[in-house]
């Protein structure tokens, strides 16, 4: 599992209410990610992180922001969820260097339920 | 990144090889073809890449085609835990900060008793 811990697992919210969902890593990687899935859209990337402080936004990053203060975790909120972004979402990080290498590793996802 | 094209759907009998294909006929040379899979519920899992040769790992054997514009996944003796949606990617290697793969509706594979 790359030693990728998300945390919760499943959450339960109500709309308009701020979220935040948890990546932590324990292998010291620079590159990490959070997708989310949905059913017939397959996963998509929200943002991702390439460095402490040092983000970027994916294909679907509205309503969502995130943070990188130290190197082993990265945060995704929810400044104000929507039902919309009821998903299932998973983080990954980037092991290896050089185009023979390079794989990302999944975390096991937090199941998010907007009320 | 190019992009491909797999089957919605594919059964493999159980202990049998499973040949799950992929087309990419717009691949540049510089892109490698990536495989995944996912099981129900689970995050996605790498299973190998490649970028002209043929690979084998533990888990499976990529075949890409010598003008590399299709490639198949042979998972040699199927068990019905490789009962997954399996993707195929194609990325530049290598891609520095912006690198990230995108994954499209991939091949339900189910591996029947």
């Known amino acids: 599992d790359a030693g990728i811990t998300q945390s919760p697992r499943h959450k339960v919210t109500e709309t308009g209410t701020p979220v935040t969902l948890r990546c932590h890593q324990t292998?010291?990687?620079?590159?990490m990610y959070w997708y989310r899935q949905d059913p017939g859209h397959g996963l998509r990337l929200i943002h991702y992180?390439?460095?402490?402080?040092?983000?970027d936004k994916g294909e679907v990053s509205d309503g969502y922001s995130v943070s990188r203060s130290k190197t082993e975790d990265f945060l995704l909120t929810l400044e104000s969820a929507t039902s919309s972004q009821t998903s299932v979402y998973f983080c990954?990080?980037?092991?290896?260097?050089?185009?023979?290498?390079?794989?990302?590793?999944f975390g096991s996802g937090t199941q998010l339920s907007v009320l | 990144d190019a992009k491909t094209t797999q089957p919605p759907s594919m059964d493999c009998a159980e202990g049998r090889a499973a040949n799950l294909p992929c087309n990419h006929s717009t691949i540049s040379g510089n892109e490698y073809v990536y495989w995944y899979r996912q099981i129900h519920s689970q995050g996605p899992q790498y299973i190998i890449h490649g970028l002209k040769n043929n690979e084998t790992n533990e888990m499976a054997s990529l075949i890409i085609t010598e003008d590399r514009k299709s490639s198949t996944l042979i998972l040699p003796h199927a068990t019905l835990r490789d009962t997954a949606v399996y993707y195929c990617?194609?990325?530049?290697?290598?891609?520095?900060?912006?690198?990230?793969?995108?994954f499209g509706k991939g091949t339900l594979l189910t591996v029947n008793p």
């Open positions: 292998e010291n990687h620079r590159y």
């Open positions: 990617i194609v990325r530049v290697g290598s891609g520095g900060s912006n690198y990230k793969l995108t």
């Open positions: 990954a990080i980037r092991s290896g260097t050089g185009a023979t290498n390079e794989k990302l590793f």
């Open positions: 992180s390439y460095g402490v402080k040092d983000t």
